[in-house]
């Protein structure tokens, strides 16, 4: 048995992890066009400032998971937190949109290796007959980090935007000195592993030219022809970088994780609802500014339904999978995703607010049944010694499958709106219709809610057709 005092221990310093991270991106959202205009920043730089965190967590994180697996994952977790506590003291101080950005971006190291770590940390403190409700409570508390973060951030812009960045200080503080003294190396470390730096080079290059060309491609067209040129180079690269993998002793990505029917499908189905529901908090606050002429900060607020259910059902579901499971329960939910979605798939501009919060916390009650047991399974059949690398693998899927849904939804509703109007709503600057063409506009919503529900589902699919998960006899700790 593994120590019952210390598990929850390590459980509290990843909870306080994951907190700080997500009130820190939710409460800089509302604050973004504060933070335009009191820095006087272009609309390019705001949006880098947004997206730029995304990108750099989705390329570093599977490297940093590798790493984490050689030298140890408490090490990389403290440095972690301290480096994201200091980044945002940076940012606090920040005088210039640039200057932000590229604090921004320190923070988004910082943030990768508390993201790295903290799920492989969880799954080796705790058995596989409890790493599911373990999880279950990690994503009630982020749940819980959703709903306070936009109230937080409308109280504190009342104070000064600086002030999201300064209150982080103390917060992460207090996280970094309980995890430095509280966590254990809990896995077992050998001497002989050696960092593949080409495998490395070539995968975070080539994701970068693939996330970028996504993003760009919404906002600019998909036939520009630096899209077309960062396509070609991100699949040359990626098809390299498959290459050395299968070439080298001791690779940064063990491929041999995705030969595994279980644990590929499970990350296959993690990719699909990124794409199914990356889109739709975006597209909603579109929906709620542009269409219902909504304020930010209320636009903000109306999202909860989706992380109030999820806070409800993802201890559950994280405690079901332990005795059942989670083939049954992540297919399921992932249906009951496609649930909501399909409601939305009929909005109109008369639709009700409080018809689409039915149908956010029908998706919100899906998506709790699906990410716990599915990252239970995940991170139950991989050995201790690539837990860093798996946990990695499932944030990139979730964090492309994101991306790539924004993306396919800006080019569909790009149709509909005027680049100047997108920009204004894409930071908040815009409140009301002024550019924008309602009725294509909604059009385009429906599509992309569409495009959302056709995922979800064969992401059910896909989850269902991984099969039961192997009985693993756990080592005595």
């Not at 946990?391 to 800006?410: D, E, F, K, P, Q």
């Amino acid at each position: 048995m593994k120590n019952d005092n210390y598990k929850w221990i390590a459980l509290s310093c990843t909870t306080i992890g994951a907190l700080f991270s997500v009130l820190s991106g939710s409460t800089l959202l509302i604050a973004l066009p504060v933070i335009m205009k009191d820095l006087n920043a272009s609309m390019s730089v705001v949006t880098w400032i947004l997206m730029g965190y995304m990108l750099a967590m989705t390329i570093l994180v599977p490297s940093i998971g590798r790493m984490a697996d050689m030298v140890g994952r408490k090490k990389l977790y403290v440095s972690g937190f301290a480096l994201f506590t200091f980044a945002s003291f940076l940012c606090a101080i920040s005088r210039t949109g640039v200057q932000l950005l590229v604090y921004r971006m320190i923070q988004a190291v910082g943030g990768s290796l508390m993201v790295a770590n903290s799920t492989a940390i969880v799954a080796d403190a705790f058995p596989k007959k409890e790493l599911g409700k373990a999880l279950g409570i990690n994503t009630m508390i982020i749940s819980i980090a959703s709903i306070v973060g936009p109230i937080l951030g409308g109280f504190l812009i009342g104070v000064g935007w600086r002030s999201i960045f300064y209150i982080n200080i103390p917060i992460g503080i207090v996280g970094t000195l309980w995890a430095a003294f509280q966590l254990k190396e809990s896995s077992v470390l050998t001497d002989k592993k050696k960092f593949d730096i080409k495998g490395t080079i070539t995968f975070s290059t080539g994701m970068m030219a693939l996330l970028v060309a996504l993003t760009f491609g919404g906002f600019v067209g998909w036939i520009n022809v630096t899209v077309i040129g960062l396509m070609i180079a991100a699949i040359i690269l990626l098809c390299l970088f498959i290459h050395i993998e299968n070439n080298t002793d001791e690779p940064m990505l063990d491929l041999k994780l995705l030969k595994t029917r279980v644990l590929a499908f499970a990350y296959a189905s993690n990719l699909l609802n990124g794409i199914a529901r990356g889109a739709v908090t975006f597209l909603l606050i579109f929906f709620f500014q542009g269409v219902k002429g909504i304020d930010p900060i209320m636009a903000g607020i109306l999202l909860a339904p989706f992380a109030i259910s999820m806070m409800v059902v993802s201890p559950i579901s994280g405690y079901l999978s332990d005795k059942y499971g989670a083939r049954v329960l992540s297919s399921a939910g992932l249906l009951i995703s496609a649930v909501g979605l399909l409601g939305m798939m009929f909005i109109t501009a008369h639709t009700s607010t409080f018809e689409l919060v039915i149908y956010m916390l029908i998706m919100g009650f899906g998506s709790g049944m699906f990410f716990s047991p599915n990252t239970s399974a995940i991170m139950g059949m991989v050995p201790p010694d690539k837990r860093g690398v798996a946990a990695g693998l499932r944030t990139m899927a979730t964090n492309a499958g994101n991306v790539l849904s924004i993306a396919i939804s800006m080019a569909i509703v790009s149709s509909s709106i005027s680049p100047k109007a997108m920009q204004a709503l894409f930071v908040g600057t815009q409140v009301g219709s002024k550019g924008i063409s309602v009725g294509q506009f909604v059009g385009g919503l429906r599509i992309a809610f569409t495009i959302s529900f056709i995922f979800s589902i064969i992401a059910a699919v896909i989850s269902y057709l991984r099969g039961n998960e192997p009985e693993i006899n756990e080592e005595v700790a």
